[in-house]
């Protein structure tokens, strides 16, 4: 097949103009605003947000912002639209701390790192000793400057390595591929966003177990990792946390794509599709000796991305799932098209109308246990029950999550 292009067509010289000042103007409020808060004293209490990341026996990466804390109190289902918007505009509007000073600790070694203009900071550590055989390694980190007062401000960040047991790597889309986010509406999407919390906003019938069926081994132990693709910015983490532990979902890394209105990687946001094909490219060499399964949506270019990463990459990917995001009979013809090269490629694409689909084939091919298809079938039986039949699980979060799956180092409850 022709190379695919990803990257979105380059906005002509005024619209880039307009977008560098606006990219400036807002990281140069937010120096002058954290700055005047130090120096009237009025900044207050502090907070480092430890991101789950990813590494191996060579190298771990630790990631993390350091903002001023916002209490957000825990979602309920009772909660109307104003309290909703409140707590995601306290999530996404935390002042962040540049220049922030954060030390990590791990195998006896301590090292240190500062956060850049928007409070995130980065550090990869070199293990001196083999890892323990976990799904994830633990590493403790402070902050030293600001000095905190009172009291230390400390956080527990996980990397995710890869344990003896592991079978395969997921890695799977977020937005309309776990959970309905109109991502290809961006007013729904927003709609979404700030008029929904993490209870109310429900993942696709069956989606849980279905991932819990793929983490876990045979055993019923967390061992094969899961990463997470978002369009999403770095700001919805904690949102996407919370969902996570509520409906049972196992947790892995987010690999967010942007930060509204600025870029991590220079001036200009970068194309989401351009860059998700270079972060799955990226776990594909971080952990080289295992297979993949890719799980995405219709509604925008994953088919196209996942394809071109399996031809690519031959004989690393087992097979790519795709949601059908809405009847088209057009795009479906087109995915169907995809499907029949990467057969000749040697994986497999399944365009799958719902979860059971996706499931069924998985089992077929010993990706997991075909005792758990009764699990996968009996939670999206009750996902798509009419509301009135679900009384009696108001409160608690609709969490599905299987007895099966013990409390693990990647679980943060």
């Known amino acids: 097949m022709e190379p695919r292009a990803f990257e979105n067509s380059t906005p002509n010289a005024p619209i880039m103009i307009l977008r560098r000042f606006a990219i400036l103007a807002s990281r140069y409020l937010l120096l002058a605003r954290c700055g005047l808060k130090r120096r009237l004293g009025l900044l207050g209490p502090l907070q480092i947000l430890a991101y789950r990341t990813y590494g191996n026996s060579r190298e771990l990466l630790v990631r993390g912002r350091v903002v001023e804390r916002k209490d957000v109190r825990p979602s309920r289902e009772t909660d109307g639209m104003w309290r909703n918007l409140r707590n995601a505009w306290r999530t996404i509007s935390r002042l962040p701390v540049p220049g922030a000073r954060v030390a990590a600790e791990f195998q006896g070694r301590r090292s240190q790192a500062v956060a850049d203009d928007r409070g995130f900071f980065e550090l990869r550590l070199r293990p001196s000793a083999p890892l ?123 690999l967010f794509l942007r930060d509204w209105g600025l870029s991590e990687e220079g001036l200009t946001r970068p194309s989401p599709t351009g860059h998700k094909f270079k972060l799955i490219t990226a776990m594909l060499e971080l952990y080289d000796d295992l297979p993949f399964i890719l799980v995405g949506d219709s509604g925008q270019l994953d088919p196209e991305i996942y394809a071109e990463i399996v031809e690519r990459h031959p004989g690393r990917v087992h097979a790519v799932y795709i949601r059908l995001a809405r009847p088209d009979q057009a795009r479906e013809q087109g995915v169907l098209r995809l499907a029949e090269d990467l057969r000749q490629a040697g994986s497999e694409l399944v365009l799958a109308r719902d979860t059971m689909e996706m499931a069924v084939h998985a089992a077929e091919r010993g990706w997991i246990e075909a005792w758990r298809l009764a699990d996968i079938a009996g939670e999206k039986a009750v996902a798509e029950e009419p509301p009135g039949l679900l009384d009696g699980m108001h409160g608690q979060g609709r969490n599905t999550a299987g007895k099966d799956e013990p409390p693990d180092r990647g679980r943060v409850e």
């Open 132 to 254: 323990e055989p976990l799904l994830w390694q633990i590493v403790p980190l402070e902050l030293l400057e600001p000095r905190p007062n009172p009291g230390p401000v400390e956080a527990l960040a996980q990397v995710l390595t890869l344990p003896d047991k592991a079978r395969h790597v997921v890695i799977s889309d977020i937005d309309d591929t776990v959970v309905p986010t109109h991502a290809t509406s961006a007013l729904r999407m927003l709609r979404s966003l700030f008029l929904h919390n993490a209870r109310t906003r429900l993942p696709f019938p069956g989606l849980a177990a279905f991932y819990r069926a793929l983490h876990l081994d045979r055993e019923g132990h967390p061992a094969n990792p899961m990463l997470y693709v978002s369009r999403g910015p770095w700001s919805l983490y904690d949102l996407l946390a919370e969902f996570f532990a509520l409906h049972g979902i196992p947790v892995g890394p987010v």
